[in-house]
Every structure is written in C-alpha cells, then in structure tokens.
C-alpha cells in the first residue's frame, strides 16, 4: 500500500511539473520556462533616439550620454523619453542644452560644430553589429544651432 501511494504522489508530482510544457499557448511559469525572451520570433529592427552633431562639411558626430544627462546612457535615453513626452517644447528645451554643453566643451572635434540634432533612427541589429551601422530610417525631431 505504501509502495502505490508513493508511487501515485510521484506521478502527480511528474504531471504537474510537466502539465505546462502542454498549454495552448505555451505560458512562461514556475517550474518550467519556454524562455519567451529567446523562443518568441522578434523584429531584428531596434529604434533608438541619438543626438547627433553636425558641422561644416555635414560631418556628423554622434554625441554621448555626458551631453544629455551625465555619464550613464539609460539616464540620458531616459531624459530624451521624457523630452519627447514634453512634446516639440521639451526637445526644444534639451536641444538647446545640449548646444550649450557642446559651445562650452574643450574637445578639438567639437569646434566645428554649427547644430545639435535629436534624431530616432530604426537599426537592423543584427547587421549593426556585423557592421552595417547606417540607419535603415531616420526621423529628425529637434534640431538647434550652436552658439558660439
């Protein structure tokens, strides 16, 4: 009697560990994962908001995180979202900003810039990091000169 009961509790256990792996549609849950962010299908396409600098020439320098917000590039991506989320005043306002960080930096590059552009531009990622980085569309938001 013992040898079934033991017996049953272990099929039980084994159906309910496996039960999930059989649901219409598959769902991510405890014990078992069908890991979604590997197995779903995904658009290899990524859009991202960059601030770029443009001088003589139309040469383009794509500038960091230091000229949005400071160091880290989630807080600067974060302070661009809220920028859009401002609307065309908000750009205008961080526009502006970062024009004035560029007039005041020290870096040789940055003397020749004439404007600061906010621009969302959509990547394939996988042909960016395989070296293709020129963007498949690109949108300008704002765009501000530099005073100097």
Request: proline share 5%.
């Amino acid at each position: 009697m013992r040898t079934l009961l033991v017996v049953l509790l272990h099929t039980v256990v084994a159906v309910l560990v496996v039960g999930p792996a059989f649901r219409s549609p598959p769902r991510d849950d405890f014990p078992l994962s069908n890991y979604p962010m590997f197995s779903e299908k995904k658009d290899p396409r990524v859009t991202i908001q960059q601030v770029v600098a443009r001088g003589e020439g139309a040469a383009e320098i794509v500038l960091g995180p230091a000229f949005v917000a400071n160091e880290e590039v989630m807080q600067a991506a974060a302070t661009i979202r809220r920028a859009m989320g401002a609307g065309a005043a908000g750009l205008e306002t961080l526009c502006t900003d970062i024009a004035a960080r560029v007039s005041a930096s020290r870096d040789s590059e940055l003397a020749a810039v004439r404007e600061v552009l906010i621009l969302s531009r959509q990547f394939h990622a996988v042909k960016y990091f395989s070296g293709d980085t020129i963007p498949e569309h690109e949108e300008s938001l704002v765009r501000c000169e530099v005073l100097r």
